[in-house]
């Protein structure tokens, strides 16, 4: 158990809808990122977040949205959902940047 | 594009022999950290090592970095039926703390 936490593990639901996918980090990390796997993109970096502040964008849809809230935990939105979006959307967190990260379990993404 | 590339894609053993995977990559970077995902399930982390560190240890995995050669290698020693699962490593860059995955290496211990 790396103590990131993520809900809801598996979410279904159908094109163009909107969903907000959660992450609590390890206690203590300030710093959140998301990450997205899918099969023919592999694990790809979508955005950090330092102590509620935005710090790296990776290759992040217009269409995804993310914040940071004070007690620290993270919510990825995404919105207008396509086929294409469905993956494993991965939160990690560390103590500081160039540390250790550790992963969440993920959320399943299935859009129909 | 990835910045760490894993060789080889795919890798099968008997328990009990060593198993390395190798690691390329493009830019400089700070440090290197290789973790290991059973299969669609989360991210575990191994091992991380700096850009002025050679070797590294934890357990049986031994992990080298070749800054020059900008290349890394995770050697899993005696291994297990449990150590069956994908192998990644991933790099921070130079001028940025996100990680950047390879495509992974699949291993299989066979019993």
């Known amino acids: 158990d790396s103590g990131v936490t993520q809900t809801p593990k598996h979410l279904i639901t159908a094109t163009g809808q909107r969903v907000t996918l959660r992450c609590s980090p390890r206690s203590g990390d300030l710093s959140v990122y998301w990450y997205q796997q899918s099969l023919d993109q592999g694990l790809q970096f979508l955005i950090q977040?330092?102590?509620?502040?935005?710090?790296a964008k990776g290759n992040i849809l217009e269409r995804f949205s993310a914040q940071q809230f004070p007690d620290l935990h993270s919510e990825l939105n995404l919105s207008s959902l396509e086929l294409g979006d469905s993956a494993l959307y991965f939160c990690?967190?560390?103590?500081?940047?160039?540390?250790?990260?550790?992963f969440g379990p993920g959320t399943r993404l299935t859009v129909t | 594009s990835q910045q760490g590339e894993e060789d080889p894609q795919a890798l099968s053993i008997q328990e009990g022999e060593n198993a390395t995977m190798n690691c390329s990559y493009k830019?400089?970077?700070?440090?290197l950290q290789w973790y290991r995902q059973n299969s669609g399930r989360g991210l575990v982390h191994l091992i991380l090592i700096r850009s002025n560190e050679r070797e590294k240890h934890s357990g049986r995995l031994r992990v080298t970095l070749d800054t020059s050669k900008k290349s890394s290698s995770l050697l899993i020693t005696a291994s297990r039926a449990a150590d069956t699962a994908s192998y990644f490593c991933a790099t921070d860059g130079n001028s940025s703390y996100k990680l950047i995955f390879g495509s992974g290496t699949r291993l299989l211990v066979r019993p």
């Open positions: 977040y330092y102590n509620g502040e935005e710090r």
């Open positions: 990690a967190s560390s103590a500081e940047r160039g540390y250790e990260q550790y």
């Open positions: 830019t400089s970077i700070n440090n």
